[in-house]
């Protein structure tokens, strides 16, 4: 036997199968380009196709149905040797399952070739009408004729960005327009007609492939197109993602003796998540342990927006809170979005926007117009306030947080410090 | 976590934790899609891993971890139940091809869609079956950040030490929540040295056949050997067979791989008082809750004893001859049906058992105490 690529000149297929023609030519064209069987991968999933594997002196890679192009994709990616050939063996029926990854194949042009073998049917699994499927085909499922075109695989591909795509008849020797493919550099794509021998030529007498080729509306042919493969884009990378964590050195003091959770909340776009994270890290340059957790609706630029703060001077297991020791609303999406949790306290503190409702609760409650400075800086002016009330972090460690974090020209202080300094 | 004195201390979450864990340990790859509560190691992923990936979907994102395994690679993604289901089939294949990778589970509120911004504990039963066959797949739980830390470098050792994916899982609470933490507090990571089957032996290497129940790795990439990878059943070579014994041996295998090596992973924190007769369980965002009600329960003057299982499956005997040498013990989880006592005691739960379950709101310490003082 004078083929490398084949441990085997019988091939598992039923006599007359367009699948056995596709095999050999395959390896007919990789011997034109004078490759090694093992410089080559040959991908294939579920479906008569991919029973060829164990004919193959190749690397072969078996996976599931009408996954085969994305498990190639993930092979190219990973292969750092480009004199590696990747090849697809796909039927019609899993180009069907996996039309999604033949598309994405494309786009990325995902260094490989996929050679679908469409014999217009799902052959393993009882003569199924398939995606590609053409118009007026008789399958097992569809007595009267598909009553539906296929999908042209071939101009979804181009469509979708594959440099070369071509349609050929699986009659002849096809090895030449096979090494075609084969020689591209990026996604290439071959779509083999043939007509399945148990299933198709049995419901479809006197029918000839050539015929059915024509009558589908989808022409022979080669398209191609200029396109850069796959190169991996590594984006902005870092080496250390501890390293860029901005260490918080204990500089302040606090008075705190216990743990407080907090609850703070506002409207979005009003600064909560910047004002929350300027407490925490206050707190922690205070020598307190935190966490901090934020809550906010999907659609994030609207309605309500809540972080929950735990402080403690002790190591925090457990960071939930149902009903805080203290609260700080800032405006009505704020209040209506934990008004359950105010009523629920029985003690602790309410620090409220002065514009705000007052609900029922056993908490001190200490009103202020914390939109003096802006509804955007609302948040803001709190964690001042915040400071200012409790003394569990001072000023002092939050300005210095806002200077750590260049946004001491971003923050209205100034005025914030004026509108503090009429706070009774 | 340590009070706030010396060391480095920072803000961190949980999610940048996992990525870098892993990345130290040597994992080559993120393959990412935007789900939520996982978006963090997704962003975390692109900024620290050698090569990122953004995948169209669920199945694509493991299709191509696979091919990137079958190359030498070890790829994470992290997902949530919705994605997680999906991906279940492409599991099963890089379980039957044994393929090393590592899937971060973050749990969230269902069934479906349910609620993607509130945490649970409701996929372990999923967890459990989800390779046809019912073989166990790894999947290690993180209780704190230090977990974060070690168990995810673990995962990927793991994955490429026993040559099979694995879930490290968590959920929305630890991965999105933001602590102070002492970095000095994180013990260095080795990266994982990869051992390969020797080039330069004979032409005999089959890529089933296991020494100590896991076959040796090769790449594609080299051309020494032929590689083959098959999701089917297969024999020693690779090649499909039907059942027959060899190909039966090779799917036994899989299962005692995973069962008969699974001691060399098995992780889990035991905090006995000599003198309890009770004992609390619980693993995940639960166990936090768990320490801190522990802890009040001891400043009460009660003997009661801490079990937080980080190994979930294969489940580690350990776990039932602790929870056995206790009369009453408490299991808390975030779901209703106890899904933790379900697997290591089936349908009844001994006398003593007691359950702690909860559904869209984590389990408060203030629960656990209450059902240990009954």
């Given at each position: ?27 007919k ?5 004078n ?19 164990k ?9 599931l ?37 033949i598309?994405?194949a ?82 290439s ?34 398209w ?11 984006g ?8 860029e ?7 302040f003091?606090s ?50 927006s809540?972080?929950?703060?735990n ?16 609260a ?20 602790g ?6 514009s ?9 409650v ?28 001072s ?18 202080l100034p ?6 300094a009429?706070?009774? | ?5 010396k060391?480095r201390?920072?803000?961190l ?14 994992a ?28 169209p ?81 790894p999947v290690?739980?993180?209780s ?20 099979t ?30 051992k ?6 004979d ?39 039907h ?22 992973y ?55 001859e ?35 379950g ?17």
């Amino acid at each position: 036997m004078n083929n490398l690529f084949l441990n085997t000149e019988i091939l598992p297929y039923c006599k007359g199968c367009g699948h056995d023609l596709i095999a050999k030519n395959t390896t007919k064209a990789l011997g034109k380009l004078n490759y090694e069987p093992l410089d080559i991968i040959v991908v294939t999933d579920i479906g008569c196709h991919g029973i060829i594997d164990k004919a193959l002196n190749t690397h072969t890679v078996h996976g599931l149905h009408g996954r085969s192009a994305a498990l190639a994709s993930g092979i190219s990616f990973g292969t750092d040797n480009p004199d590696k050939k990747i090849i697809v063996f796909i039927g019609d029926g899993g180009a069907t399952i996996g039309l999604q990854h033949i598309m994405e194949a494309s786009r990325l042009n995902v260094n490989m070739t996929l050679v679908v073998h469409n014999n217009y049917l799902y052959g393993m699994t009882g003569g199924q009408t398939s995606g590609l499927t053409p118009v007026g085909f008789h399958t097992t499922t569809s007595h009267e004729g598909n009553q539906f075109s296929g999908y042209d695989i071939c101009a979804l591909a181009r469509t979708a960005g594959a440099p070369y795509v071509s349609r050929i008849t699986g009659i002849g020797d096809i090895s030449d327009q096979l090494a075609v493919a084969f020689s591209n550099k990026g996604f290439s794509l071959v779509e083999i007609l043939e007509i399945c021998p148990s299933y198709g030529v049995k419901l479809n007498p006197k029918r000839k492939l050539q015929e059915i080729a024509a009558s589908s509306g989808k022409p022979l042919g080669e398209w191609t197109q200029h396109r850069e493969p796959f190169e991996k884009h590594q984006g902005k990378k870092t080496d250390d993602l501890l390293g860029e964590v901005r260490e918080i050195k204990k500089v302040f003091q606090s008075y705190l003796k216990t743990t407080v959770s907090l609850v703070i909340s506002g409207s979005a776009g009003e600064g909560v998540q910047l004002a929350a994270g300027l407490i925490s890290k206050a707190c922690v340059s205070s020598g307190l342990c935190v966490t901090q957790k934020g809550s906010y609706p999907v659609t994030v630029g609207v309605g309500f927006s809540t972080s929950e703060i735990n402080i403690s001077t002790q190591p925090i297991d457990f960071h939930g809170i149902n009903v805080p020791d203290m609260a700080i609303i800032t405006s009505e999406d704020g209040l209506a979005h934990n008004r359950k949790r105010i009523e629920s306290m029985t003690n602790g503190k309410l620090m409220i926007d002065s514009s705000l409702e007052v609900p029922k609760t056993g908490a001190d409650v200490i009103q202020h117009d914390f939109r003096t400075v802006g509804a955007r800086n609302a948040a803001i002016f709190a964690v001042f306030f915040f400071a200012l009330k409790t003394g569990i972090i001072s000023s002092e460690a939050i300005l210095k947080v806002i200077e750590e974090e260049g946004k001491t020209d971003k923050l209205p202080l100034p005025k914030i410090k004026e509108a503090l300094a009429k706070v009774k | 976590m340590q009070e706030n004195k010396k060391g480095r201390h920072a803000l961190l979450d949980g999610s940048r934790l996992i990525i870098e864990s892993m990345a130290r340990a040597g994992a080559d790859a993120f393959i990412g899609y935007p789900i939520t509560p996982a978006n963090l190691l997704y962003q975390y992923g692109l900024q620290r891993m050698p090569l990122m990936l953004a995948a169209p979907d669920e199945i694509t994102t493991v299709q191509w971890m696979s091919g990137l395994a079958a190359t030498g690679k070890i790829a994470v993604t992290a997902t949530s139940f919705p994605g997680y289901a999906l991906m279940i089939e492409s599991i099963n294949m890089a379980f039957m091809m044994e393929l090393p990778m590592v899937i971060v589970l973050v749990q969230r509120l269902g069934p479906a869609t349910g609620t993607a911004t509130s945490g649970a504990q409701g996929d372990l039963s999923l967890l459990k079956g989800n390779i046809s066959g019912g073989h166990p797949l790894p999947v290690l739980c993180t209780s704190n950040m230090e977990d974060c830390w070690t168990l995810s470098a673990k995962a990927v050792e793991l994955a490429v030490k026993l040559r099979t994916p694995v879930v490290l899982l968590t959920s929305k609470e630890e991965v999105m929540t933001t602590k102070s933490f002492n970095m000095d507090l994180l013990p260095e990571i080795t990266p994982l040295e990869r051992k390969y089957y020797d080039l330069e032996c004979d032409g005999n290497y089959k890529p089933y056949k296991a020494t100590n129940f896991v076959p040796d790795f090769l790449p594609l990439g080299q051309n020494k050997h032929q590689i083959r990878f098959n999701a089917s059943t297969h024999n020693e070579k690779g090649i499909l067979q039907h059942a027959d014994e060899e190909s039966m041996a090779n799917t036994r295998r899989l299962e005692e791989k995973i069962r008969k090596r699974a001691y060399e992973y098995t992780w889990y924190d035991l905090d006995e008082d000599e003198q309890a007769k009770k004992l609390v369980v619980a693993f995940g965002i639960t166990a936090a809750a768990a320490r801190h009600a522990v802890n009040q329960l001891r400043e009460e003057g009660r003997h009661i004893s801490l079990l937080i299982p980080k190994t979930l499956i294969p489940v580690p005997e350990v776990y039932l001859e602790i929870m056995e040498s206790y009369d009453e013990v408490i299991v808390a989880e975030e779901n209703i049906n106890n899904q933790f006592s379900d697997l290591i005691y089936g349908l009844k739960k001994p006398v003593g058992h007691r359950f702690v379950g909860s559904l869209g709101k984590m389990i408060t310490p203030q629960q656990i105490r209450e059902e240990v003082r009954k």
